[in-house]
């Protein structure tokens, strides 16, 4: 991986530079430019992911001190919980229009803990999206060419497929080079939740709960699962916080959509595992999408 990268850097196949781009304009997700091989990031997609980092941060904080002596964790009980909320609305506002940082907000870079601890995970987040681009630089050069210059023509099954594939290789690669860089424990914890957090911001970034991926992506929700599906680490509690993180982060969504999802009996309603948690979930997503396939059909 790294023999590759490297060879992709010293052939010009990749260009080192990165290109920021700060106009104030609503948010425009990362992408490889094919043409002049180097990765564009908006400001405003980076303010959106800090603090996308910094709310999921503060869920598993305040959850797990109210798990202290509290049976029942809610959000909203914390003193905390009005600035996360203010955060999150103005993280979901810049999809629509760009607003500058609000003052009464954290910012990147202070002391506070919650800063320190969301300034780590929000270079994670943003290494993983930086390599998934890179992945496709190095290997779908041709195709990302090929692609921009027929944004608008239809797209074969054919053509649908390879696409999907292209961004499963490059999600891949993204936890793989960072892995073969660190390989320790508490970095691979810190790696999968920088990216289990830049897909779940994907999540949050749509303005409707449709999590289709379109013609050229697979479904949102199924490369948070191939990401998950990576998760194994000697040290419980890592996995408990990954699973913690994925868990909130998709009844975030829901509730953000207003999605039903939870039994109507809860006092009684008692999950033996997260495995049966995500299937309770993933089976809300599959009936968003159906109905979505049913009036909005892809073909
Ligand atoms: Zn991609």
């Not at 980092?53 to 503060?58: I, L, R, S």
């Not at 920088?194 to 490369?223: N, V």
């Not at 039903?260 to 033996?272: F, H, K, N, V």
Request: proline content about 5%.
């Amino acid at each position: 991986m790294l023999a590759k990268l490297q060879y992709a850097l010293n052939s010009g196949t990749l260009n080192p530079g990165i290109r920021i781009v700060t106009a104030s304009e609503k948010i425009r997700t990362p992408y490889a430019d094919p043409f002049t091989r180097e990765i564009v990031l908006q400001q405003n997609f980076l303010c959106y992911l800090w603090a996308i980092c910094y709310c999921m941060n503060a869920f598993n904080r305040m959850a797990f001190e109210q798990a202290l002596d509290h049976k029942l964790i809610s959000l909203n009980r914390s003193p905390e919980a009005p600035v996360i909320n203010r955060m999150f609305d103005w993280a979901i506002g810049l999809g629509t229009a760009h607003e500058n940082w609000p003052e009464e907000l954290p910012k990147p870079g202070g002391s506070a803990q919650w800063v320190k601890e969301t300034d780590s995970v929000f270079l994670f987040a943003v290494r993983y999206i930086m390599y998934h681009e890179v992945a496709h630089l190095i290997f779908h050069r041709g195709s990302l060419e090929l692609l921009s210059r027929h944004r608008s023509g239809q797209l074969s099954a054919e053509d649908r497929r390879r696409f999907v594939n292209m961004e499963n290789q490059a999600d891949d690669y993204a936890i793989d080079i960072t892995l073969e860089v660190f390989p320790d424990e508490q970095y691979r914890y810190m790696n999968m939740l920088g990216g289990i957090i830049a897909l779940l911001s994907m999540f949050f970034l749509r303005a409707d709960d449709d999590l289709r991926g379109g013609k050229k992506h697979p479904d949102t929700d199924e490369r948070l699962k191939r990401l998950l599906r990576r998760v194994k680490f000697d040290q419980p509690e890592h996995s408990l916080f990954i699973h913690y993180t994925v868990t909130t982060g998709l009844q975030v969504f829901f509730e953000r959509h207003q999605i039903p999802y939870l039994p109507e009996d809860q006092a009684s309603w008692q999950m033996e595992d997260f495995d049966k948690l995500y299937q309770l979930f993933y089976d809300k997503v599959n009936e968003r999408k159906a109905l979505y396939h049913q009036f909005y059909p892809l073909n």
